[in-house]
């Protein structure tokens, strides 16, 4: 695994670093990460099931684990009223940096679509409420993603467009909402297409993410995902924009800094 060569801050914006995928040897694949300069670990949450072993990952790595708060679409149930009251009292009880990952997920299963529209409207008011970026989860969902987004806009709405796999229409609009596009593995991807219209949205907008356990970049496609693997994301980024792999790592860390306040 390449570090990059003066080792500036790399920060992964998205990653499950709590998945059961990871039970195994979790201390020493964060090692491999801070070892190739990966040092920020912003951690999304999933439903109430997962807050406790968010929390004890933050206690183990309090200067490097970041956590959000928020119920992802694929988890928007028949009980998901009960769900928005876990976030909602933990967003009471404690600090954190984000309200992610919220959003609609049409890809799985339709049947939730009213109730994920719910979801995804009454948490940004929270992010809004709690002067908290969003991070979005969106697959085949665009169009009724920007209809939320349109209705909620407003200078104290941004965040993170996630695993942003659009066109370079779509990946403009995202912006329009004052959304960062996070840019992981598909970008690597011979078949992920982001990386012929890249180069044509200015790097301000750009932060990293792996999305680990998932979304490996090449040449690890298919295998579990970790952090350390950003390195890769950077090198095709530093192709695709032509510039250096430090310069992409140092702006999209600012750009990380600029959204979640840390």
Same mark, same amino acid.
């Given at each position: 695994?390449?570090?990059l060569?003066?080792?500036?801050?790399?920060?992964?914006?998205?990653?499950?670093?709590?998945?059961?995928?990871?039970?195994?040897?979790?201390?020493?694949?964060?090692?491999?990460?801070?070892?190739?300069?990966?040092?920020?670990?912003?951690?999304?949450?999933?439903?109430?099931?997962?807050?406790?072993?968010m929390?004890?990952?933050?206690?183990?790595?309090?200067?490097?684990?970041?956590?959000m708060?928020?119920?992802?679409?694929?988890?928007?149930?028949?009980?998901?009223?009960?769900?928005?009251?876990h976030?909602e009292?933990?967003?009471?009880?404690?600090?954190?940096y984000?309200?992610?990952?919220?959003?609609?997920?049409?890809?799985w299963?339709?049947?939730?679509?009213?109730?994920?529209?719910?979801?995804?409207?009454?948490? *940004?008011? @929270?992010?809004?409420?709690?002067?908290?970026?969003?991070? &979005?989860?969106? /697959?085949?969902?665009?169009? $009724?993603?920007?209809?939320?987004?349109?209705?909620?806009?407003s200078?104290?709405?941004?965040?993170?467009?996630?695993?942003?796999?659009?066109?370079?229409?779509?990946?403009?609009?995202?912006?329009?909402?004052?959304?960062?596009?996070?840019?992981?593995?598909?970008?690597?991807?011979?078949?992920?297409?982001?990386?012929?219209?890249?180069?044509?949205?200015?790097?301000k907008? *750009?932060v @990293?993410?792996?999305?680990?356990?998932?979304?490996?970049? &090449?040449?690890? /496609?298919?295998?579990?995902? $970790?952090?350390?693997?950003?390195?890769?994301?950077?090198?095709?980024?530093?192709?695709?924009?032509?510039?250096?792999?430090?310069?992409?790592?140092?702006?999209?860390?600012?750009?990380?800094?600029?959204?979640?306040?840390?």
């Amino acid at each position: 695994m390449k570090a990059l060569n003066s080792t500036p801050i790399i920060t992964d914006t998205h990653t499950h670093l709590y998945s059961e995928e990871f039970d195994q040897d979790r201390d020493e694949m964060m090692q491999r990460a801070i070892n190739a300069g990966v040092t920020r670990f912003f951690i999304p949450a999933i439903d109430a099931a997962a807050t406790q072993s968010m929390y004890d990952l933050e206690k183990n790595y309090p200067d490097n684990v970041f956590l959000m708060m928020g119920l992802h679409p694929t988890y928007v149930k028949e009980n998901y009223l009960e769900e928005l009251a876990h976030v909602e009292n933990e967003l009471a009880k404690r600090k954190f940096y984000a309200v992610g990952e919220i959003g609609i997920d049409l890809y799985w299963d339709k049947t939730h679509l009213k109730e994920q529209q719910i979801a995804f409207k009454k948490q *940004i008011q @929270l992010a809004k409420q709690y002067k908290l970026p969003i991070v &979005i989860h969106c /697959r085949e969902a665009f169009d $009724e993603i920007f209809e939320v987004l349109e209705e909620e806009k407003s200078e104290d709405l941004f965040g993170i467009f996630h695993c942003f796999s659009g066109t370079l229409e779509q990946a403009l609009q995202a912006i329009s909402y004052n959304m960062k596009l996070g840019i992981g593995g598909v970008v690597t991807f011979k078949n992920g297409k982001i990386d012929q219209f890249l180069n044509q949205i200015d790097l301000k907008h *750009i932060v @990293l993410e792996t999305d680990s356990p998932y979304l490996a970049p &090449i040449p690890y /496609r298919g295998k579990r995902n $970790e952090s350390s693997y950003l390195v890769n994301v950077i090198s095709k980024l530093a192709a695709i924009y032509e510039v250096s792999e430090e310069e992409i790592a140092a702006i999209t860390t600012q750009n990380s800094k600029d959204v979640f306040g840390i």
